[in-house]
Every structure is written in structure tokens, then in C-alpha cells.
């Protein structure tokens, strides 16, 4: 198993080429000794073809989230997991437009992911997956996953700390055995508190566990207009500049949704 003191991991690309550049960049700055990336590459933003020439060059361990199962398989859904009518309406607009703008050689790429990764941090033994590592579309949240459940979670599946995403929030859950999970955020679309950046997550470990949330600022107007000429719904397009979801927002636990705007 690997060992390492200090990594960049980060989620939910949403085919935000733009905003995995700078990632990347602020991964390499501080000296992460590797990149994982937890899956959902695909969706919500434009020409998903360019992120493959950088996860590669970027040497990012990518996880199978549940898009990537879904476009690498050419499902007829992305299993985002969404259970009220307009939300599916909108994702499945996304997903359309992406089946339809992935190439053959990237379906492949994303087929053959793995769907868990596990490695060393000082001490602490890491397990990644992308929702949850019982169910790829799980959502975990700070305010509503009983603690409980996170320690079955640790337990079962023998791990210290469990790495997700999925959701799109990012939070850290210190528990009281000790170990910890962390939802690392997403880095395709910001956050729903009316800001233009996304979140990418670098985690060290010497004695204790450091869990650092990392603003990633980049050039959002661009990938707006990007979004725009290629005819994406507009109610995107309004996310990314303004930093409030629009749609997919039935999923969101009662204090998650209070915060944003809509
Ligand atoms: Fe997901």
C-alpha cells in the first residue's frame, strides 16, 4: 500500500477543465506527494473531452464515481441518485450533452476505473470512494449523518479516515473513536454560498490529521461563455457566476438548503 504524509484530493469535476488546471497547480505548490481524484468527472459544464489529456498529464489517480460509470457505460442516466422530477430534468440535460460530447477513448477510460482507493497517510489508513463506500450515490452529510453511522462506516469497511464526495459541500467530521471522514468538496461548481470559487482538499499527516480546505479561484467568466456558446442551460451558467445553485437542490438537507439562496 502506498505511504504518503501529504495529498491534494478533490471531487466532482463536472467537466470544469478550467478549475482542475488550477487544482492541480495548487496541489503541485504545496508539495502534495499525490493527486486522487474522487469521481464525477462529467456533467453540468462543457466539452468533457478536454479534461482527459489533463488528468493524464496531471498523473491524478481518478475513482469511478457514478457519472463515470454511467458515461463510460453509456447508461441512459447518470444515477445521480436525485429523486424530485425537476432536478432529474435538469441533470438529465447535462448528461445527454455529455454522452454525446465524450469520445470512445474516454467512455474507455472511464469504464475502467477503479471504484475505491486505499492508501496510508502517516499513520492512518485511508479508504477514497464517492458517495459512500457502501454506495457509490450516497449522499453524506455534516448536518444530518448521524456520527453513528459514520463509525459503522470506519468500522466495516476497516478504515481510519473515509474521503468522499458526490454531494457538492464539502466538511470534515472529526470522530470519537478518533477517526475522521471528509467530504472533500467538488471542484466543478462552487459551493452554493454566493462565491465564484470551488474547494479542493490537501490532507497531512504527521501526528495528528490536518484536513485543509483550499479555495480554487479561476477564470469562471470564461467557462461561463464557454457554457454559453455551447447552448448549456442557462440556469448553469448562472451558478458559476454568481456561486448559487439553481437546480439539483431537492437533495439538500433542510440547513444545507437554508444556506443558499434559492
Ligand atoms: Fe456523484
Not at 469520445?103 to 475505491?116: D, H, N, V
Not at 489508513?125 to 444530518?144: D, I, K, M
Not at 485543509?212 to 455551447?230: C, G, N, Q, T, V
Amino acid at each position: 500500500m502506498q505511504q504518503y504524509s501529504r495529498v491534494a484530493v478533490f471531487g466532482g469535476v463536472y467537466n470544469n477543465h478550467l478549475s482542475l488546471r488550477e487544482a492541480i497547480a495548487r496541489a503541485r505548490e504545496d508539495k502534495a506527494e499525490c493527486m486522487y481524484c474522487l469521481g464525477d468527472l462529467g456533467g453540468f459544464g462543457p466539452n468533457p473531452d478536454k479534461l482527459l489529456p489533463i488528468l493524464l498529464e496531471g498523473n491524478i489517480n481518478v475513482l469511478q464515481g457514478n457519472y463515470d460509470d454511467s458515461i463510460g457505460n453509456e447508461k441512459h442516466d447518470c444515477a445521480c441518485g436525485y429523486t424530485d422530477p425537476k432536478d432529474n430534468h435538469y441533470a438529465q440535460i447535462s448528461y445527454d450533452y455529455t454522452l454525446a460530447h465524450t469520445s470512445a477513448e474516454f467512455k474507455r477510460y472511464q469504464s475502467q476505473l477503479p471504484t475505491e482507493y486505499r492508501f496510508k497517510l502517516g499513520k492512518y489508513n485511508v479508504l477514497c470512494a464517492h458517495g459512500s463506500p457502501r454506495q457509490t450515490n450516497e449522499f453524506l452529510w455534516y448536518t444530518s449523518t448521524p456520527v453513528h453511522f459514520l463509525e459503522k462506516l470506519c468500522d466495516d469497511y476497516r478504515a481510519d479516515v473515509i474521503l468522499v464526495t458526490h454531494t457538492g459541500i464539502k466538511w470534515h467530521r472529526a470522530l470519537p473513536s478518533g477517526r475522521h471522514v471528509v467530504n472533500v468538496g467538488v471542484i466543478g461548481r462552487p459551493e452554493n454560498d454566493g462565491k465564484t470559487n470551488v474547494w479542493s482538499t490537501h490532507l497531512t499527516a504527521n501526528d495528528d490529521l490536518h484536513v485543509e480546505f483550499l479555495p480554487i479561484h479561476y477564470d469562471h467568466e470564461s467557462l461561463a461563455a464557454e457554457m454559453k456558446s455551447e447552448k448549456l442551460p442557462p440556469e448553469f451558467v448562472e451558478t458559476i457566476r454568481t456561486g448559487w445553485w439553481t437546480t439539483c437542490l431537492e437533495i439538500l438537507p433542510p440547513k444545507e438548503r437554508a444556506m443558499g439562496r434559492y
